[in-house]
């Protein structure tokens, strides 16, 4: 039986039987569902292939470990706190990770969120993705940070180094789905979800161009798939990048910090959302970690080479 353009809640219903169709939108609003990483509306529609997780609640998380991973937490009160995330970092157990993650890291300074779902992170970011996230406390902060991640109103800005020179700044518009011929990549597909990205140039080098992008809607992968899909993949990208392209003629030091720069060259600078207890609006921002502030400055100086 097709399951082509039906509604995800629909869907959910065939797949898992044993749930009524009140729990499934129970679990839906409360974002304890994902469809490729991304919390889902109960309209959305699946078009085959996605990934699923549920979460059901007072399942036995006992396989978690606590670890003692150091937390670079820059904000925290008795119901969130916003982490800075250092790259190579996973944020969730998974196949392949089972340990050495943000959230038994968590769970080690933060026993208590053993009773939230997955450990009170309500986002994600790639492992090799730095920058800043926001973890829930409390099931009231939870359920009002999915909220907001779902109306799509927490504000994430970002910057992304990425190959060729970009004239000037705009929006990609495209659909955002698994990539059929390899289920590790996402893909730009006119039958995905609504993916907009919006981006601006604030630096040219003679071979790269540095970019401040903001996400308005929030795919998996979507600022590495909507970049490569113009021409300007991000530098050391594994699954989207070009292959390692040196210029015939680029300075000994910029050499060197493409050769050496082993990850997506992406980091989560700010971030900004309506706290869900008390109201308040607050904005983070966080300083570029030194292996990307040494690959931007050398392409910087690779101008007067």
């Given at each position: 039986m097709s399951m082509f353009g039906q509604r995800v809640d629909k869907v959910l219903g065939q797949l898992c039987e044993e749930l009524s169709r009140s729990a499934i939108q129970s679990l839906?609003?409360?974002g304890l569902v994902l469809v490729d990483e991304e919390t889902p509306k109960q309209k959305d529609k699946v078009f085959g292939g996605e990934s699923v997780e549920i979460t059901v609640p007072n399942q036995d998380q006992g396989e978690w470990i606590p670890q003692d991973i150091p937390l670079e937490v820059v904000f925290e009160d008795e119901h969130l706190m916003v982490v800075n995330k250092t790259a190579g970092l996973v944020v969730h157990p998974g196949a392949g990770n089972y340990d050495g993650t943000l959230l038994n890291g968590l769970l080690f300074h933060y026993p208590e969120n053993r009773s939230l779902a997955r450990g009170g992170i309500v986002h994600r970011l790639d492992k090799d993705t730095s920058g800043l996230m926001v973890i829930a406390k409390s099931e009231t902060a939870r359920l009002g940070l999915v909220e907001q991640l779902v109306d799509h109103s927490v504000?994430?800005?970002y910057l992304a180094l990425c190959y060729g020179r970009i004239i000037s700044g705009n929006t990609v518009d495209e659909p955002i789905a698994r990539d059929p011929h390899d289920r590790r990549r996402m893909a730009v597909n006119s039958m995905?979800?609504?993916?907009?990205?919006?981006?601006?140039?604030?630096?040219?080098f003679r071979y790269h161009t540095l970019v401040q992008v903001n996400l308005e809607t929030g795919r998996t992968h979507q600022i590495r798939v909507h970049m490569n899909h113009l021409g300007f993949g991000l530098v050391g990208d594994p699954t989207y990048?070009?292959?390692?392209?040196?210029?015939?003629?680029?300075?000994?030091k910029l050499e060197v910090q493409l050769r050496g720069f082993k990850r997506q060259a992406l980091h989560a600078r700010k971030l900004a959302f309506v706290h869900p207890v008390t109201g308040l609006e607050h904005e983070f921002e966080s300083s570029i970690p030194d292996d990307?502030?040494?690959?931007?400055e050398a392409a910087r100086e690779d101008n007067l080479h």
């Open positions: 839906l609003k409360q504000e994430r800005e995905g979800k609504e993916a907009v990205t919006h981006y601006r140039v604030e630096e040219r990048g070009r292959r390692l392209a040196i210029p015939g003629d680029c300075s000994p990307l502030a040494a690959l931007i």
